[in-house]
């Protein structure tokens, strides 16, 4: 049976980081972030409409989405916020459907692919076999994405606040995954993981 696998966690929770390493195991994996990001760009089925509602200033001189501009928007205002998903969502849904069909039908029977999608719960994605569940402590997420994302504290806070929680994310969760230690760690609980799941080919993958 082909499986399909949800891999989901708050901002900053260490997915990509997980996501890594499933690549590096030889797994396929659907990241909506870059999805996402390929529908924004000017030739993109997304470009026009951000263009339209969120005009011109929130791109540079060679048509590129000011990502950043946007995110401090969206960030802090949530009827904005609002207005981006009512604009995205069916289109990027739509993709990430089709991204996984296409992927789905190219595999042979007895395959797992992973769907990294950060608003997984959030936005009631469904079709998982299991969902995957990236947690950390919110002292510890803060703090990461400080630093990868250069923002204030305040700016973070708000982040996070945007996104429900990851304690009420866990009663949607078939497997969670704790990030508050190192990348090793976090990777062999995923290992463990990818060994209960395909006990008998995961090492093939
Ligand atoms: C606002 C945008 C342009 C900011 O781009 P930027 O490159 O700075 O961030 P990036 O796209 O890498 O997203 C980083 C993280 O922010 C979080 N995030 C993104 N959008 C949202 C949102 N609407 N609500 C809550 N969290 C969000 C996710 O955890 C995501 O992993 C971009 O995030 C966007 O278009 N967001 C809306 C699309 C969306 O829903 N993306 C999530 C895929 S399901
Ligand atoms: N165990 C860890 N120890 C230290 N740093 C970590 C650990 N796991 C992840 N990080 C770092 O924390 C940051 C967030 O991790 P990552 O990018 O994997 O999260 P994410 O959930 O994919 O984020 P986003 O929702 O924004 O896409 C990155 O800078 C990453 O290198």
Redesign the pocket.
Known sequence: MKKVIGLT????????????FLVSRGFQVIDA?KVVRELQKPDGKLYQAILTEFGVEFFDENRQLNREKLGRLIFTDRVQREKLSALQDKIIREELYHKRDELLSALTEHSVIFM?I?LLIEYNYIGFDEIWL?V?PES?QLK??M???HLSEEEARNRISTQMSMTEKQRFADRVFD?????E??QSQVQQALEELCPTDYSEK
């Not at 966690?9 to 890594?20: E, F, H, L």
């Open positions: 966690g708050g901002i900053a929770s260490g997915k990509s980081t997980v996501v890594d972030d990294d950060p990236v950390v510890v990461r994405l630093a990868r994302n990030n508050s230690g190192t990348i760690q976090l």
